[in-house]
T-cell receptor, first 110, second 113 residues
Framework: GIQVEQSPPDLILQEGANSTLRCNFS?????LQWFHQNPWGQLINLFY???GTKQNGRLSATTVATERYSLLYISSSQTTDSGVYFC????????????FGAGTRLAVHP | DSGVTQTPKHLITATGQRVTLRCSPR?????VYWYQQSLDQGLQFLIH???????AKGNILERFSAQQFPDLHSELNLSSLELGDSALYFC????????????FGEGSRLTVL
């Protein structure tokens, strides 16, 4: 089956710093989503981005489907950005289910 | 708020018992998905229903079963519970059958003692 690899696995930032999270996938996909799991366990939708670039406030994402990767940019990080960021993909030609990566655990310190 | 409602939020039970988790999808969504998040396995797809019919199965144990009712809410039944079933169980919904954005509920945290 499709493999989804996220890097780095862990990231520690000072408030105000910028960061880039990467998601590589091993096969073609129909969909790609980025989620933030906050310390209370909630999975919050960040981006639905099978291709192209989107921006939402301090966050932006880019997916290059032909090269099988996606990037999540966090600018001017805040302590509330802490948590785990997941990339999830729906393989092409497969069932409509998301396959999740292992996540990037982000800690933002004041 | 994603619009997906899950109950109960927390559940503590003993080994060998049976529990039922409930999910109400977003208004208008016909697809419901169940996922399990455990510390050692990450987020694993369990099962997908579309408009009352099972569409796909993932890593769902035989002790687990699910269904989607005519009003589109779904229930996940977990029986003969083991310690290893302790996890966060998520429900997600989407409007489409084959593709589309998924929205997740807040999860039901199950602890088996």
């Amino acid at each position: 089956g499709i493999q989804v690899e996220q890097s780095p696995p862990d990231l520690i930032l000072q408030e105000g710093a910028n960061s880039t999270l990467r998601c590589n996938f091993s096969d073609s996909v129909n969909n790609l989503q980025w989620f933030h799991q906050n310390p209370w366990g909630q999975l919050i939708n960040l981006f639905y981005i099978p291709s192209g670039t989107k921006q939402n406030g301090r966050l932006s994402a880019t997916t290059v489907a032909t090269e099988r990767y996606s990037l999540l940019y966090i600018s001017s990080s805040q302590t509330t950005d802490s948590g785990v960021y997941f990339c999830a993909v729906q393989p092409s030609g497969g069932y409509n289910k998301l396959i999740f990566g292992a996540g990037t655990r982000l800690a933002v310190h004041p | 708020d994603s619009g997906v409602t899950q109950t109960p939020k927390h559940l503590i039970t003993a080994t060998g018992q049976r529990v039922t988790l409930r999910c109400s999808p977003r208004s208008g969504d016909l697809s419901v998905y169940w996922y399990q998040q455990s510390l050692d396995q990450g987020l694993q797809f369990l099962i997908h229903y579309y408009n009352g019919e099972e569409r796909a199965k993932g890593n769902i144990l035989e002790r687990f079963s699910a269904q989607q009712f005519p009003d589109l809410h779904s229930e996940l039944n977990l029986s003969s519970l083991e310690l290893g079933d302790s996890a966060l169980y998520f429900c997600a919904s989407s409007v489409a059958r084959y593709t589309g954005e998924l929205f997740f509920g807040e999860g039901s945290r199950l602890t088996v003692l």
